[in-house]
Structure formats: C-alpha cells, structure tokens
C-alpha cells in the first residue's frame, strides 16, 4: 500500500548523526491505560521483527542494499551511496515505525536524494512517494531473500508459547508494522506453515492506515478475535510497539533485544531478554498479580 505521508512529530529533536525525543513524556502512558479489569487471557498477540526474530539489522541491510542499487546521494553525502550505520538506524526504527515514514522522514531532514530513478532530487509529492515506494519495493524483495537464505531462527521460547497458548484455546495472533507479503514469509519460514494458518488474526502494516505507536493494529485485532481488548496480551519489543499496545489498553510484556534493552520499559507488565524462561502460565499470573494490585 504507498503511503505518502510526511511524519511530523513536535516533539522529534534530530541532527545529522542523533534523533532522539524532547521528552519521554510526550509518550507517557500509565498502568490504568495498560490493564482495566482483565478476568482473564484470551487472546496473546505477537509483534514479529524483534519478537518473533531479531530482525533490524537484516531491515538495515536490505535498505542500505536498496540504497547502494539504486545510488541514493543525499545532500549531505553526495559523494557515496546512502548508508545508516548501526547506531543511527536503532534510534531511527526504535522512533519512527514502518519502512516508508523512516525514509520520508530522513529525506524531509536530510534532502532529498538523487538515484538512478531520478537523475535529479524528486520535486513534487508524486515524485517522492515514487522514490520511497520504489527504495521499499526493492528492500522488501532483498529482505525476502535473506530471510528465505536459512540463516534466520526464531527467538528463543517463542515457538513453545505459541504452542502452549493454542492448546490452552487461547486465541493467537500476529500484529506487525512491516510489508504484509514480508511478514507472511518470515512466519511461514520461522514459525512453519500450520502455525502461520492456524493464527487467529494477522495483521500487518498494509492493513491499518496508521502506523504503531497509533494503537489501531491492536485496536483492530482485538475486533477481529472478538475479544475486549483487557483481555488480551501484547508480548513487543520496543517502546513504539508498547506504547500501542498500552494506547489500546491492552497489557504487555516486553522481550527486548540489543538495541531496545536500554529503552524506558516502566509502562510494561514484565520484562524478559527473551522468552526461553517463559511459559503461559507465568503470564497468566502476572496478569492476575496486576489486576489484584489495582
């Protein structure tokens, strides 16, 4: 789906080597907005990049791969291809979610690019949502293959949770940011194909207008499983991530990985490195021990 919107965010502070938020408190949310009145576990709902795999720094592969292709030169950097070291690209994919809003966003500070789809930078909107819709096009494809490579494992636990959830009946799903047709191909190749057909929902990027920190995805897997949105639990990897899940009023525990680990967690249920340790009857004791603490 192309997506042509310029995020715009007060409270974003950049400059050419940081980005970074003015306050974390521009995205506060408190524990009444994480759990209500939650009676029970019906519904345990997965992120997939950095959930179900560590997957960022094979997205920044495949985008300074598409940048390098394509011989994106900002600006700034005429002189070499585009390249976003691994600093940068975690501040940027743990601020701003979905692959399209990273690039608008980058150009609109950095300038737009000459490539070898325009000889010259884009000069109107038709132009730059061509660019970015071409540079996401050609990154989804070189992401598709390096996941289909074989070199690519789940996280630890994961599997086993989602094993344990389906057969206590509780409903699962997948609720991701990216590309619908990446997000099919990491599960059918990670999670294998039964797991994948028999989610409960799934949902990706393509299928809400709003990208996380917007709790729509949630929002609208909730309605899809039939189920109040107290009752189901977000396991995410990120602040974005949390923050929609917590904006849905849905509860959420949090599996961080090396480059969310040092992110504010304090709106979480539960923090975990990964989820080797944790069954689904951990869960379904921590979602009683809040509820019995408010």
């Known amino acids: 789906m192309a997506s042509t919107m310029i995020l715009s965010n007060p409270n974003l502070i950049h400059s050419k080597n940081h980005l970074r938020f003015k306050s974390r408190k521009s995205f506060a949310t408190t524990k009444s907005l994480l759990i209500s009145a939650s009676q029970s576990l019906q519904a345990l709902i997965f992120d997939c990049d950095g959930v179900i795999l560590e997957s960022e720094h094979l997205h920044r592969q495949a985008y300074n791969d598409a940048f390098s292709y394509f011989s994106v030169r900002c600006p700034s950097s005429p002189s070499h ?17 979905g692959g399209k809003p990273k690039m608008r966003w980058y150009f609109n500070e950095h300038g737009w690019p000459s490539s070898t789809i325009f000889d010259k930078p884009p000069q109107n909107d038709d132009d730059c949502a061509k660019l ?18 074989g070199t690519v494992e789940p996280r630890p636990g994961v599997l086993r949770l989602m094993d344990e959830a389906k057969a206590a009946g ?8 990216a590309t619908k047709s990446s997000v099919i191909l990491c599960l059918e190749n990670l999670i294998g194909k039964e797991r994948f057909q028999s989610l409960d929902c799934f949902l990706a990027g393509d299928d809400v207008k709003q990208k ?17 949105e107290k009752d189901c639990l977000v396991v995410e990897d990120s602040v974005i991530g949390l923050q929609a899940a917590a904006r849905a009023g849905m509860p959420c525990v949090i599996t ?39």
């Open 81 to 97: 291809p585009l390249n976003w070291d691994t600093h940068f690209y975690d501040q940027l994919q743990n601020q701003i979610g």
């Open 132 to 149: 970015i819709d071409t540079l996401q096009d050609w990154k989804t494809e070189r992401y598709k293959e390096i996941i289909k490579s």
């Open 170 to 177: 509780i409903k699962l799903a997948v609720c991701s940011a």
């Open 212 to 228: 996380k920190p917007d709790p729509l995805i949630y929002l609208t897997a909730a309605k899809r499983l039939g189920v109040s």
């Open 256 to 294: 961080y990985t090396c480059s969310t680990a040092d992110q504010d967690f304090k709106d979480a249920i539960a923090k975990y490195p990964d989820l080797s340790n944790v069954r689904l009857k951990d869960l379904e004791f921590l979602l009683q021990s809040v509820v019995s603490a408010n």
